[in-house]
């Protein structure tokens, strides 16, 4: 679901958000920028009709319900918010003497429990390792640092979900577990919430403070800040390890980026050079591909860039014509979408191939401003099947024309400044305007030249910087890059060879498709907040400047590097350390070493690295994962973990109308607000959506059924607790033997369900154990065995066997249940009784997982399908208990079985089964003997007829006309489908299963007719 809002979900904590997608009021896309491929003009035209089509269709329907009056929402009533009361001191365990509260209240259960978890240390590996089940074995996960400006959001709490789920199950089972929290510094998105920051409260720039003034003011800001992310994650219950908390910006990460960079340097991975850059103007910095996003614009579409007076027209090609010097009647025309570029073009290229210019070869055209002459270039990468197969060249704005500007040799001409305005080479004219203001004084110039051969639409896709809204710039500058190749080849070998796992496996082709495609990686941003880069320039007089820089782990390092470089003595040599900051990720892709204490040889790191698994977005695959496997790979010789377990949540795509649409109807179904659903129904419903598949969509009323079933699970404990009282003594729970075979069907199904759990884990697929708890909590317990063990309670004195069995449903389903509802299992596994002489976990988060191989004495497949017998037998009566209306009374039932071990199935189940169908006595009658009078008859199978008492408890005068009046609307309803014009395909088998469904339900009705004919035959009229 789109924008699903938290807040409501959890009101004492969350700022959760849904993962933003930045909503314009068109959708915007160009083709000279290498951000995606032009937009068919048919398919968006169809789509818009689409879009068009539904939205009319949603606020008809809207309109129309708008008309109706308000009904309080079916699915949910409000209840009443328990709190818990008893003054406890943070850190302190909770009081659990008390009664349970009527209703399960998120509030009540969730708090006081994390503080007690983090003081006795149960989160930490040390703790883990005395524990009874331990392993020997390690787990390690470090969690995706999320940036510290800000608040997590739904995309986070599906992560935090899947790995604290995984992390403790790993602790449950007795492993060594450590999971890793930190933050990320995000250099650019913190700059910028601190920059206006301080603009809003003190009215000054960044600029008017010193470097060293303003991280001052970012520190204060991250401590004040910085602080609500962790809470946050502990109120999703993460089990974390607190003590061994990073942040990248802190001493040591620093340590750690600086020696990567200078090992990296050492290696010949990292050099300084002038390419290509993505450029924010608006931000003044060079930017990463992953802070670019393309908006698709159908064709001319007006957006207003920050720092423009004035809106701009996107989506248009400029067609200009350069004419062939010497032949004035001649001219070769080319397209652009960036006319303010052309002061900075310095030639013209055609493929060689091309028929139409290969007369024009080696001629030279006339610039259409400035009249200079530039060279007519002929180059394999022109297509020229697009426009008219020529391409102007501006080497200092374009990727691609970098490239053909370096295999020709032209010299670059910037047009452009840091700050988007236009620079000196582009002439008196231009110079200091805003680029796009320029852009449409070229146009006009162009046009009153005569050089200007048309504007028209033009599909495109715009690069915006996602950090400041602005178009992004491709600007030509000095900066650091790392080498990619060699490392992005051994990258996808890693997965080529299976040494690194991706899950789901379809991520595969595109890891093979970026590492067999990359390009170096710009490290440089021209930024304060941030590591700064540890490189020096030597100033003075020893040439050019730009090769004379050197890096060093310290200033004196660089400085005796310095030295025997220029040949100088270190005390004549004047240094200046570059003021850039390194990339984010740069610092995020050495998260899993350095966190352990890289580069010290720390006992953390020997220990724990590699990781055991990564989990994380698909979307940051390539950006952050991939760059963690070449750099870990590189400054470590070892893969920084086996495996990568990836999942996304479905980012909302709805229109701002659609919202508006949306959010009323989210109104009407929930007229008094989103109700409050906790901390564990959010963790159990994300996790029960597959991490191995395709996006997941998430809705309020899955969160809503999350949160019913954890009251499912709270009455039926508040049911078994009230069962076991005061003086109940558990025995071992592995010694348990079932007394009855209802005690042996529920153990069995339990043992089942312990298994199924321990081969989700195993697989890292969670759905399949929410699928098995929530079958095993609400089908199996609650629905079955609890209802049927409710009379056998009721008997004094009270046989054990029951009793044993409960408390161990309990116990078990508890654990199974804790990893991914810690804090409701936590609260109610606290109080049940203890096993005299035994030493118990002091909480279920240590406590031992259940084990398949431990419960195997309760596995009786046989005995769950001779119950699955009896459970279609119970939902046979209670379908002839809703045929003849039998609210209350409680008939006799009797079994007919022309077979002697069908007969045998069900002697073991007969309580159970008058209790389920809430008949009362069931009984054998023998198959040699008729029926009595009055009795409903069914068939449960060939050898099987079960008979239920009708006299006296239905009067068949006032049943009859109902039934009859009921076949006669199911009849019309048949005739209407069967008359219809055939069909095809599924709308075929769609009638075909109502026509089938329509006749059984007939078949059921003639039958309880003839019944209820029979029995008037023997019952007196009433006068």
């Known amino acids: 679901m789109s924008h699903l809002s938290l807040a409501p979900l959890r009101t004492r904590f969350w700022g959760l958000k849904p993962p933003q997608s930045i909503l314009w009021p068109h959708p915007l896309s160009t083709q000279p920028y290498p951000h995606g491929p032009s937009v068919p003009q048919r398919n968006r035209e169809q789509k818009q009709k689409r879009l068009r089509e539904k939205q009319g269709a949603l606020e008809s329907e809207t309109a129309k319900k708008s008309k109706l009056p308000t009904r309080p929402s079916k699915s949910w009533t409000a209840k009443e918010i328990v709190l818990y009361e008893i003054p406890t001191e943070p850190g302190e365990k909770k009081d659990v003497t008390g009664p349970l509260p009527p209703t399960y209240s998120p509030r009540y259960v969730e708090a006081a429990w994390y503080p007690w978890w983090v003081r006795e240390g149960f989160f930490k590996p040390e703790y883990q390792s005395q524990l009874p089940q331990a392993t020997g074995q390690t787990f390690s996960m470090c969690i995706p640092p999320p940036n510290v400006t800000g608040s997590l959001h739904l995309g986070h709490a599906l992560t935090v979900a899947i790995q604290d789920a995984l992390v403790r199950w790993h602790r449950m089972r007795g492993d060594q577990v450590l999971w890793i929290p930190g933050s990320d510094h995000a250099g650019i998105a913190t700059q910028a919430v601190v920059e206006k920051q301080l603009w809003k ?5 960044r600029h008017e403070l010193s470097r060293e003034d303003f991280l001052k003011e970012v520190w204060r800001w991250k401590e004040e800040k910085g602080v609500e992310i962790y809470e946050q994650l502990q109120a999703l219950g993460a089990s974390l390890d607190w003590d061994r908390e990073c942040f990248t910006m802190d001493a040591h990460s620093s340590v750690a980026v600086t020696e990567a960079f200078v090992r990296l340097y050492e290696a010949g991975l990292l050099y300084r050079d002038q390419q290509i850059v993505n450029w924010s103007c608006a931000l003044r910095s060079a930017i990463s591909d992953i802070e670019v996003e393309g908006w698709p614009l159908p064709g001319r579409t007006e957006f207003c860039p920050p720092g423009c007076p004035s809106p701009v027209s996107f989506g248009l090609l400029v067609s200009v014509a350069f004419p062939v010097d010497g032949d004035p009647d001649t001219e070769i025309v080319v397209g652009t979408t960036r006319p303010e570029t052309l002061p900075g073009d310095v030639a013209v290229a055609v493929h060689p191939d091309d028929p139409r210019y290969i007369h024009l070869h080696g001629r030279e055209l006339r610039h259409p401003l400035s009249g200079k002459l530039l060279p007519l270039i002929t180059d394999p990468a022109v297509q020229p099947d697009l426009g008219t197969g020529a391409v102007k060249v501006t080497p200092a704005h374009s990727l691609v024309d970098a490239e053909i500007g370096a295999r020709h040799k032209l010299v670059p001409v910037n047009v452009i400044g840091e700050d988007g305005t236009m620079v000196s080479p582009c002439g008196d004219w231009l110079q200091g305007l805003h680029r796009f203001v320029a852009r449409e004084k070229i146009v006009s110039a162009l046009k009153e030249q005569g050089h200007l051969r048309g504007i028209q639409d033009h599909p495109m896709v715009l ?16 900066q650091w890059f790392v080498r990619c190749q060699k490392m992005g080849k051994q990258a996808a070998q890693a997965v080529e060879s299976g040494a690194l796992c991706l899950n789901p496996p379809f991520h595969q082709k595109n890891w093979q498709h970026w590492f067999s495609n990359i390009s170096d990686w710009c490290v440089s941003r021209q930024l304060w907040w941030g590591h700064q880069i540890p490189a020096y320039r030597v100033v003075g007089k020893e040439g050019d400047s730009e090769k004379c820089w050197v890096v060093g782990r310290s200033e004196a390092e660089a400085r005796k590097a310095a030295a025997e470089l220029v040949g100088r003595p270190e005390k004549e040599l004047t240094l200046e350390r570059d003021p850039d900051v390194l990339d984010t990720w ?6 899993p070493f350095s966190a352990l204490g890289w580069p010290q040889k720390t006992p953390d ?55 508006q649409i949306a959010a009323a109807g989210q109104r009407k179904d929930f007229p008094q607000g989103i109700p409050e659903c906790g901390t564990d129904a959010l963790r159990f419903i994300l996790c029960s959506h597959g991490t191995q598949g395709d996006d997941i969509n998430l809705s ?12 499912k699970i709270w009455n039926a404990m508040r049911f078994i607790l009230n069962a076991l009282g005061d003086r109940f003594i558990p025995h071992p729970t592995e010694e348990l033997f079932p ?11 339990l043992a089942l369900t312990v298994g199924e759990c321990e081969r989700g884990f195993l697989a890292r697929e969670l759905s399949l154990i929410t699928h098995a708890l929530h079958h095993f909590w609400l089908h199996k317990l609650c629905d079955v065995y609890l209802e049927s063990v409710k009379p056998v309670l009721s008997r004094s004195p009270q046989a054990p066997g029951p009793l044993q069995t409960l408390y161990s449903c309990a116990d078990v389903g508890l654990r199974l249940l804790a990893p991914l509802m810690p804090f409701l299992a936590e609260e109610l596994w606290q109080r049940l009784p203890r096993q005299p002489d035994c030493t118990p976990a002091r909480s279920i988060c240590v406590a031992p997982y259940p084990s398949v191989q431990n419960l195997e004495h309760w596995c009786q497949p046989e005995l769950e399908q001779r119950f699955s017998q009896v459970q279609e037998a119970v939902k046979t009566l209670r379908g002839l208990r809703a045929m003849y209306q039998l609210s209350k ?38 198959y040699n003997k008729a029926f009595p009078q009055g009795w409903a008859q069914a068939s449960l199978n060939n050898t099987t007829q079960v008979y239920m008492e009708l006299q006296g408890l239905v009067d068949p005068h ?29 709308e075929m088998m769609q009638r075909e299963r109502k026509v089938s469904s329509l006749l059984m339900e007939l078949s059921k009705l003639d039958q309880a007719i003839s019944h209820l004919q029979q029995l008037m035959d023997t019952t007196p009229t009433k006068s």
């Open 700 to 711: 309020v009323s899955e969160v809503l059924s999350s949160r019913h079933f954890c009251n």
């Open 958 to 986: 006032l049943h009859l006309p109902v039934l009859l009046t009921r076949r006669q609307k199911l009849q019309g309803q048949l005739d209407s489908l069967t008359s219809r014009t055939p069909v095809e395909g599924s």
């Open 739 to 749: 007394s009855s075979a209802m005690d042996a069907w529920i153990l069995s199904c």
């Open 605 to 659: 790191l020997a220990q724990f690295y590699p990781l055991s698994l990564l989990e994380t977005g698909s979307d940051l695959l390539m950006f952050w994962v991939g760059r963690m496997v070449m750099l870990g790979s590189q400054l470590t010789g070892q893969l920084p973990f086996p495996q990568v377990l990836q999942e996304k949540l479905k980012e909302g795509n709805l229109d701002p109308r659609e919202l």
């Open 463 to 478: 690069p915006i910087c996602s950090r400041s809204g602005d178009v992004v710039e491709y600007l030509l500058k000095n």
């Open 201 to 205: 409260e003190q009215g000054i720039r």
């Open 889 to 926: 009374a409680q008939p006799r039932v009797l079994l007919q079985c022309s077979e002697p071990k069908e007969q045998r199935l069900y002697e073991d189940f007969l309580e159970p089964l008058g209790t389920l169908a809430h008949c009362g006595a069931v009984s054998f009658l023998p």
């Open 586 to 591: 740069f610092s995020s892709a050495l998260f």
